[in-house]
């Protein structure tokens, strides 16, 4: 084992247990779900089922409580106003005192769920706390945390209700029981979809740094924040609004550990302008991928602008920049 992973797996072995600390963000949010326009309904094998956005209208407010929930109860999420961009006044800003663990371990949609096939199909990421309970993805053991708690939470970005086989699933890869199991639903058109997955500025960051390959235990703490979209009534353009707010609008500044050379590298590979697909709104490359995912450069996937500050020296290194033209073609502005 490495240095850096030691230092990893001995850091993880501190860290809470999200689910735990998510988990009265969870009841605060059923118990508001009439103020927040929601739907709650407990299936029959006593899963609670929470609708943000498929058969009620939701609001910008539970997308906020639910972005909080995928944070794993370690980070906040509030919605802020007169920002950096002229017609996009509203905004998404995010702070973490624990990005790795909030972000990687609980934010990140990396649980891929997946029954039936054809039209009847159900394909879903799984986000939010309960992936640290069931630990299904190879990024836990590089982690060297796994959740221990008795109940679980997980976000699906879906415009449709899970099969029971789905559910049933969830249950048994986090050792759960049924009724200890909270599904909250977000489709990315929705008012609280849009937001929740914006807000996700700081967890694209992370997950760009991880694929660079800069150590994880040296990242310390960050904020980001990210213009609002408005929704659109069709997945694709709902995706490609989310995708541009951070691509074209998102901010981010992280503080690590480290010599001021890393850093510096760190700060100038992190900016999506380093992609080769940077250019044009995220539905228009999407489409000409014939809406393969994995033919997008994976560089592309990480915030407009950055900012590296190197703690132990106090020099900060940037890079990156805005685009409100891209974000008015994306967000369908009208003058």
């Known amino acids: ?13 501190a860290w809470p247990s999200v689910g735990e600390l998510a988990a009265p963000l969870v009841a605060a949010l059923i118990l508001d779900a009439a103020m927040l326009r929601i739907g709650v309904e407990r299936l029959e094998n006593g899963c609670i089922l929470v609708d943000g956005g498929i058969g009620v209208s939701g609001s910008l407010e539970a997308g906020r409580r639910i972005a909080e929930i995928c944070l794993g109860g370690l ?14 006044p509203a905004g998404v800003a995010v702070h973490t005192t624990n990005p790795v663990l909030a972000c990687l371990g609980s934010q990140y949609a990396g649980w891929s769920l ?3 096939e054809g039209k009847g199909s159900f394909h879903a990421l799984g986000s939010g706390p309960g992936r640290a309970l069931a630990a299904k993805e190879e990024l836990f053991a590089e982690l060297g945390y796994r959740d221990q708690c008795e109940s679980a939470c997980l976000v699906l970005e879906v415009d449709k209700r899970p099969p029971p086989e789905i559910v049933a699933k969830i249950v048994r890869d986090c050792g759960i029981k049924a009724e200890n199991l909270t599904l909250i639903l977000t489709p990315t058109s929705s008012l609280a979809g849009g937001l929740q997955i914006v807000a996700r500025v700081v967890e694209v960051a992370l997950h760009k740094a991880h694929v660079l390959g800069f150590p994880l235990e040296q990242i310390i703490d960050g904020v980001g924040s990210a213009p609002l979209p408005p929704p659109a009534p069709d997945f694709l353009t709902a995706m490609g609004r989310t995708n541009d707010a951070i691509l074209f ?13 890393a850093a510096a590298d760190l700060a100038k590979a992190l900016s999506c302008t380093t992609s080769r697909d940077y250019g044009r709104p995220f539905a228009e490359i999407f489409k000409a991928c014939k809406f393969d995912f994995y033919q997008i450069d994976p560089q592309l996937f990480a915030p407009a602008r950055v900012a590296v500050t190197a703690i132990d020296s106090g020099h900060t290194f940037h890079a ?11 967000f369908g502005s009208i003058a």
């Open 1 to 13: 084992m490495t240095q850096a992973a030691e230092t990893q797996r001995a850091l993880a072995a």
């Open 75 to 88: 980070g906040t999420v509030n919605l802020q106003t007169g920002g950096s961009f002229t017609r996009w």
């Open 114 to 116: 997946a029954h039936g």
């Open 249 to 261: 609008g998102g901010d981010v500044h992280l503080f690590v550990r480290g010599g001021m050379a």
């Open 320 to 330: 990156g920049h805005f685009d409100e033209d891209l974000l008015d073609k994306s």
